[in-house]
């Protein structure tokens, strides 16, 4: 299983925008993950009312999952994502 454990980078969160960036970046790797806060349950990453549920807020680090194959480059993205508060999905 390949992880990343990233910080928060939007200020917000992963609340409304930002969490449908997210979960639309999640779905376009093609990869299926998780995210969880740290020592918390882990949700899927390609869920809106999962990714809410989680109420991960901007600054706190939470830790990105995969176990396909392509896990670590859609997990390098992913996580770069996060951590820039990006707007979208960088290039592999």
Same mark, same amino acid.
């Given at each position: 299983? %390949?992880? /990343? /454990? +990233? &910080?928060?980078?939007? %200020?917000?969160? !992963?609340?409304? /925008?930002? %969490?449908?960036?997210?979960?639309?970046?999640? &779905?376009?790797?093609? +990869?299926?993950? &998780?995210?969880?806060?740290?020592?918390? &349950?882990?949700?899927? %990453?390609?869920?809106? !009312?999962?990714?809410?549920?989680?109420?991960?807020?901007?600054?706190?680090? +939470?830790?990105?999952?995969?176990?396909?194959?392509?896990?670590?480059?859609? !997990?390098? /993205?992913?996580?770069?994502?996060?951590?820039?508060? !990006?707007?979208?999905?960088?290039?592999?």
């Amino acid at each position: 299983m %390949a992880e /990343r /454990r +990233v &910080t928060i980078g939007w %200020a917000e969160g !992963l609340h409304a /925008r930002p %969490a449908s960036i997210f979960v639309k970046a999640v &779905t376009s790797t093609g +990869v299926p993950m &998780t995210i969880a806060k740290e020592g918390g &349950t882990p949700v899927n %990453a390609g869920s809106m !009312l999962g990714l809410l549920a989680l109420g991960a807020e901007g600054g706190e680090t +939470v830790v990105l999952s995969a176990t396909a194959d392509g896990a670590d480059t859609a !997990l390098d /993205r992913v996580a770069k994502l996060v951590q820039e508060g !990006l707007d979208e999905l960088p290039a592999a």
